[in-house]
């Protein structure tokens, strides 16, 4: 097993990187790009070159403006609002009736990370099932099966995945292909798609017995 504690260490280090890219753009990001092509070079060698257009996409918009202007003002408009929110990032919308805010999947990614001991912050400002809470999350999951080597994380992370993630991240990624203008959220809704819909395969269900 300890041979392949590097692949899940990756695996960690790649879901954090998404996560942090969902986040309002600042500098900071530049930072993200190498981590992020090394992982999918690890993992996914075929997923390298979305990793390379990420980088080139921020890298010139960066070049063009250093204080991301456009890249925000975006950001803002799909995932934020304060109006019309374009591709709004939570699974509710997605997963329940009537496109509702904290619904029962809301209630769900509430219930799941209690399970695997997570509390949250009275700081917390935003919502359970946002989705750079969700990637985040299963990167806890992978850095925790990493630290303890105990199945329950990655039990969890199978569930989490097969239940919940890969059910909506789909739609999501075409309500932003549909929304956005620039091509560097719409690059990265399809490559965080593709990361999730290849684990729901790799990823087996616990059997159990009736």
Excluded at 3 to 27: I, M, R, T
Excluded at 93 to 100: A, K
Excluded at 141 to 168: A, D, G, I, M, P
Aim: glycine letters at 4%; charged letters at 25%.
């Amino acid at each position: 097993m300890g041979s392949k504690l590097g692949v899940f260490q990756q695996k960690a280090n790649l879901y954090k990187v998404l996560s942090e890219l969902f986040n309002k753009p600042n500098q900071d990001m530049l930072e993200l790009f190498d981590p992020l092509k090394d992982s999918l070079q690890t993992l996914y060698p075929d997923l390298v070159t979305y990793g390379e257009v990420l980088d080139k996409e921020f890298s010139d918009l960066y070049q063009e403006d250093a204080s991301l202007t456009a890249l925000a003002v975006e950001h803002a408009k799909l995932f934020i609002g304060p109006f019309d929110v374009l591709a709004p990032p939570y699974s509710s919308i997605y997963l329940e009736s009537g496109r509702q805010l904290q619904g029962e999947s809301t209630r769900y990614a509430e219930e799941i990370y209690r399970e695997a001991g997570i509390t949250m912050s009275e700081d917390f400002k935003d919502v359970a099932d946002h989705i750079k809470v969700e990637l985040e999350f299963v990167y806890f999951l992978y850095f925790q099966y990493v630290e303890t080597n105990e199945l329950r994380y990655l039990n969890t992370l199978t569930k989490f995945n097969h239940s919940h993630l890969s059910k909506w991240i789909s739609p999501f990624k075409e309500q932003i292909q549909n929304r956005a203008k620039l091509d560097f959220y719409k690059r990265l809704a399809d490559l965080t798609a593709k990361v999730v819909m290849i684990e729901r395969e790799e990823l087996t269900p616990q059997r159990t017995s009736n």
